[in-house]
């Protein structure tokens, strides 16, 4: 079975800071990778997603993402964090052509103004 | 853009009572709906695959008699927590897959809060 690890539970940082959270997949095959957002009382939301080609992924609202096959990662990065950045974020895999998604447990990003 | 809707978004019911969840896509027709569910401070966990005019399918280790799961509609799935205990309070979250336009995208509901007392 699949498995998504996120290595921070909780990231608190300033306006302007660079954030980056990990997320490690157990899976040894071919994968898709997304990474969502859920803003307070919304719902969840696509940030940016990798299937196949250039392993840096850019997404919405300055988010990018780096796929390293060789370490199972897909790592989320913003070089300045805003503070309407504050939310939940999901990693979640799942394999070509099934779209059951595994998640992993979130990382609650605060970012103090 | 495609909206998912769940209803109700808070829910408190008695022990042994049954509560019921609805999941509507409302923009667009959604063949395969799927139902996850999240204890706190723990990943979204997927419980069931809703595939409209047949049975659900369920993930290892959920009970389906206890979570029945009803997809009549290409807009509507259902799920159905049947005598509910207090280890059943959980935040439940359904999807929806948009099979128009490119990418086959899935979009969230914003998830329904599920307290037993």
């Known amino acids: 079975a699949q498995s998504v690890s996120q290595h921070n539970h909780h990231v608190i940082l300033s306006e302007a800071a660079s954030l980056e959270l990990g997320c490690n997949y157990s899976y040894g095959g071919t994968v898709n990778l997304f990474w969502y957002v859920q803003y307070p009382g919304q719902h969840l939301q696509l940030l940016l997603k990798y299937f196949s080609g250039d392993p840096l992924v850019k997404g919405i609202k300055g988010f990018e993402a780096e796929f390293i096959k060789s370490k199972f990662s897909f790592n989320l990065r913003k070089p300045s964090v805003q503070w309407s950045d504050t939310a939940e974020y999901f990693c979640a895999v799942n394999r070509p052509n099934d779209y059951k998604l595994s998640f992993g447990a979130g990382t609650t990003v605060t970012v103090r103004a | 853009g495609a909206v998912v809707s769940q209803h109700p978004s808070r829910v408190i019911c008695k022990s042994g009572t049954s509560v019921k969840i609805e999941c509507r896509s409302l923009?667009?027709?959604?063949?395969?709906m799927f139902w996850y569910r999240q204890f706190p401070k723990q990943s979204l966990m997927l419980m069931a695959t809703?595939?409209?005019?047949?049975?659900?399918?369920?993930e290892q280790g959920v009970e389906k008699d206890k979570f029945l799961i009803n997809h009549a509609s290409l807009t509507l799935s259902t799920l159905t927590v049947t005598s509910a205990h207090p280890e059943d309070s959980s935040f439940y979250i359904c999807?929806?897959?948009?099979?128009?336009?490119?990418?086959?995208?899935?979009?969230f509901g914003e998830g329904s809060w599920l307290t037993v007392v």
């Open positions: 923009d667009f027709q959604a063949t395969t």
């Open positions: 809703s595939n409209e005019g047949s049975k659900a399918t369920y």
């Open positions: 999807s929806a897959r948009d099979l128009t336009g490119a990418g086959n995208t899935i979009y």
